[in-house]
């Protein structure tokens, strides 16, 4: 009797745990997306220009260059298309010029594919802001 009060009690705090990181877990943030068709041209739209030194190469370091008006800091998370790709996430550094630089290597897909996404997380003085940008790295 006593081992069932026990394993009633354990499955009540677990399922009360569960709820609760259920109730407080961070919403999925709601992501602009930016067409982009050439981003060594660069890619954007009035509030936000992201530019690349050349064109992305698998496991070759390129310089992604963004303009924005107003930032505090820049994120920027990389993942394939429908595949996630681990921890592929830099912090761009503010420029003399105002611009935020960083210098980014995309890694190797075993699946071989080249089409990716680009989640860019802005903190601003009125919130975070979020962007998303879909290009193609040559293997």
């Given at each position: ?7 009633g009690m354990v499955l009540l705090l677990t399922l009360i745990a569960i709820g609760g990181w259920w109730l407080l877990k961070p919403a999925i943030p709601a992501f602009e997306e930016l067409a982009c068709a050439d981003i060594v041209r660069g890619c954007g739209n ?94």
């Open positions: 009797m006593m081992r069932l009060r026990h394993a009035a509030g936000i220009f992201v530019q690349a030194d050349q064109a992305p190469r698998v496991m070759q370091p390129f310089e992604l260059r963004i303009k924005v008006g107003e930032a505090q800091a820049v994120l920027a998370k990389f993942d394939m298309r429908d595949m996630q790709m681990g921890l592929n996430q830099y912090r761009f550094v503010r420029q003399q010029d105002g611009d935020w630089l960083a210098k980014v290597t995309l890694p190797v897909c075993m699946s071989g594919q080249s089409d990716w996404l680009m989640n860019l997380e802005l903190d601003t003085a009125s919130g975070k802001r979020f962007y998303q940008l879909g290009f193609t790295a040559n293997p």
